[in-house]
């Protein structure tokens, strides 16, 4: 099919309650980043990880609140260093990520995306995640939208005696019948190259039926 003209993207933006539910998820990343990141933000990312983001509460603790728990910082510095300090984890997993070893586990290499959102984490897990299997990472929701994806691809690469295992993910929910469809599609040229990345999904669930349906 020719292109189509290319569709606006669409990125997911975060708030600060979500963005410290996401980092609440993994002490031991937050531990990882305190250690290996010179930043202003680590003794306070330190005292917060220490104090287990305060879960115990009843309610949502507010900026303002938790500068007066801090003490050493307002509010609106604070919400810069929260900020910051889940990019930084993200960064590190990209250019660093065997800081990340929990030295037990298998070493996977995850893309990840939902519509416009991507994102790449490494980790060191006890399996590794067959196709269409369902996986949820609430540490992606700051930078996703959403935290449940399904495994779309997996791949294993030899290199002498060290195996790197990819995993690919979509967000939401899988559905095999739809993804034999589309490449149903692609092989019967009613798609080409850029289909996918210039159309809205709901707009390729559309073409799909109207292809195939009888």
Known sequence: MPRTKQKR???HETDIHELLNSLESMPHWIDVLVRHSTKSYCPFMKWLNDNRFFVD????????????EYGQADAPKITKWIHEAYNDILFFHEES?????????IRQKYYIKYGDNIAGLTMWLPVVPRMYEEVRIPF???????DFFWVYNVQYEVIE??????????GGLPNP???????????????????????YDFEIDKELLEFYRK
Not at 57 to 68: A, D, G, N, P
Not at 177 to 199: C, N, S, V
Request: proline content about 2%; overall charge positive; hydrophobic content about 35%.
């Open 9 to 11: 993207e669409i990125h």
């Open 57 to 68: 509460r009843e309610s949502k603790m507010t900026m303002k609140q938790l500068s007066k």
């Open 97 to 105: 990520p065997d800081i990340f070893n929990t030295d037990f586990g």
């Open 140 to 146: 992606l929701r700051a930078k996703i939208g959403i």
């Open 161 to 170: 005696t060290r195996m790197d295992i990819c995993i690919w993910l979509r």
């Open 177 to 199: 019948y739809r993804e034999m469809l589309l490449q149903r599609a692609k092989f019967e040229g009613k798609y080409g190259l850029w289909d996918e990345k210039d159309k």
